[in-house]
């Protein structure tokens, strides 16, 4: 089971840090993954990190302003929202995709096993 939290409202150029907590199952089984879906728009890729949290990649869109990492000791993902644009306001979610059986980076939704039940950024200009 995966909970996400942390979102809320800013003010554009403001920061968030999101969490996505893991229950029931090895954390560090899975490469985990960050997607968000704004009103009326299909869910895009944002973010992923592999099991051992060495390697990361990010959209395009949110290089060098969102950050992701996570703690295996914790079993928990997280995701740094910096100079957050209006833009940037929707439904994030997190995910896990079990390493043995797949490969990574993956950006391909369809590809993750589990989600968690998504948290509202709403960023106002």
């Known amino acids: 089971q995966l909970q996400a939290s942390g979102g809320g409202l800013v003010q554009a150029g403001g920061s968030l840090r999101l969490s996505c907590a893991a229950s029931?199952?090895?954390?560090?089984?899975?490469?985990m993954g960050w997607f968000r879906q704004a009103p009326g728009k299909e869910r895009e890729f944002v973010a992923t990190?592999?099991?051992?949290?060495?390697?990361?990649w990010h959209a395009a869109s949110v290089k060098g302003r969102f950050t992701v990492s996570r703690d295996n000791a914790k079993s928990t993902m997280y995701l740094q929202l910096n100079s957050l644009k209006p833009e940037d306001t929707a439904v994030y979610y997190c995910?896990?995709?079990?390493?043995?059986?797949?490969?990574?980076?993956?950006?391909?939704?369809?590809?993750?096993?589990?989600w968690g039940q998504g948290t509202l950024v709403t960023v106002s200009s």
């Open positions: 995910a896990a995709a079990a390493r043995f059986r797949v490969g990574w980076p993956t950006l391909d939704a369809d590809r993750y096993d589990y």
């Open positions: 029931g199952r090895a954390f560090s089984s899975y490469h």
């Open positions: 990190i592999s099991w051992s949290g060495d390697t990361t």
